[in-house]
């Protein structure tokens, strides 16, 4: 048994106190944990690791907290941070239990918001979006169901090419052709999806344009 000789506000984290065994210092804790302890008290070394493993989870939590405070992360990204804060494993996946259990963490409805925000702001195929959750450590079965139920290709793929349009406009067919096959490539769309919209863009653009202008037998790529 050791004795609590005192407990001491930490300077540069006020939310966390130094514990002082038989006038020495023993260890760090975070004050909800050290809660229940006073001056004077004895405690088991049993006690003592309970008790830095409980603060080690506190720890843990207001980490987890604080890096899913700045957006949406998936259940991979947080464990990533928490690794790098070199918490322990066992620590790590009992902090990632707790926030599912809250509701602050949920891989369907993160991949959901991913694509969504996708579908909205920068429009890509599928299989840029498939990359892309999966290197946010989401598994195929997260993966295919998002995509399957918030991605039509042709649709994406058109609105995105209306956006780009206004800044290739003014171009001459060919340019504008190259232009845009170029831009809706490097956005993952496929040669079967980017041929039938370069010509609805370019009329959508050119209501009044000269047909003689195009030569409908050319490879459109």
């Not at 506000?9 to 130094?18: D, S």
């Not at 990359?131 to 994406?156: F, S």
């Not at 090419?161 to 171009?171: F, I, M, N, P, W």
Request: hydrophobic residues 40%; without cysteine.
């Amino acid at each position: 048994m050791r004795k609590i000789t005192a407990i001491e506000g930490q300077q540069k984290n006020p939310n966390r106190v130094n514990i002082y065994l038989d006038d020495q210092f023993a260890f760090g804790l975070s004050r909800i944990v050290a809660a229940w302890l006073s001056v004077g008290q004895t405690i088991a070394d049993e006690k003592i690791a309970a008790l830095q493993f409980e603060d080690s989870r506190e720890v843990a939590m207001l980490k987890a907290l604080r890096f899913l405070g700045y957006r949406a992360r998936s259940m991979q990204e947080v464990r990533t941070n928490l690794q790098k804060h070199e918490i322990p494993d066992p620590v790590i996946e009992a902090t990632l239990t707790r926030l599912q259990e809250n509701g602050l963490l949920n891989d369907q409805e993160f991949a959901q918001a991913w694509v969504e925000n996708r579908n909205t702001f920068r429009p890509r195929s599928r299989r840029v979006l498939a990359m892309e959750l999966r290197r946010k450590g989401l598994d195929d079965e997260i993966v295919q169901d998002v995509l399957d139920e918030n991605v039509d290709e042709n649709i994406l793929a058109l609105e995105a090419a209306h956006k780009y349009a206004r800044k290739v406009q003014g171009l001459e067919w060919q340019d504008f052709r190259q232009k845009m096959t170029g831009f809706l490539g490097r956005r993952g769309f496929s040669y079967g999806v980017i041929v039938p919209i370069l010509r609805q863009v370019w009329d959508d653009f050119h209501p009044n344009g000269d047909p003689s202008n195009i030569d409908n037998n050319e490879e459109v790529i």
